[in-house]
């Protein structure tokens, strides 16, 4: 089993507002894990290994065991700064590699 797990996602917001930057993208996260799982959820570490602050999409990490907890938090979060919103979990893997190709994705030319 992989020592960490990876998420695809990106954070669709109901109004369309400024650009997030990477430090809220994380922020807002944690505060979904603290939320849903309290001092449990705020210590389980996330990682933001790629963000692109225009589409609000990111690479999250987190180690295996704390996958669940993340994606549940995740699902059940449902505002951000007043604003109805909600994360799209695109893709997700224990290896990194496999969310650069899908098969849903893939074009033959």
Known sequence: MSEYYYLDVSLELEQDTAEISAVYFKNHV???????FGEVGASISVD???YDQISRRAILRCPS???V???S??????EYNNVCCAYRVHNSSP???SLQG???TYRHH
């Open 30 to 36: 944690m505060h979904s894990l603290t939320v849903l």
């Open 48 to 50: 933001i290994l790629k």
């Open 65 to 67: 065991a704390s996958y």
């Open 69 to 71: 907890k993340l994606r």
């Open 73 to 78: 938090s995740l699902t059940l979060c449902g």
């Open 95 to 97: 290896c990194l590699l």
């Open 102 to 104: 899908t098969s849903r």
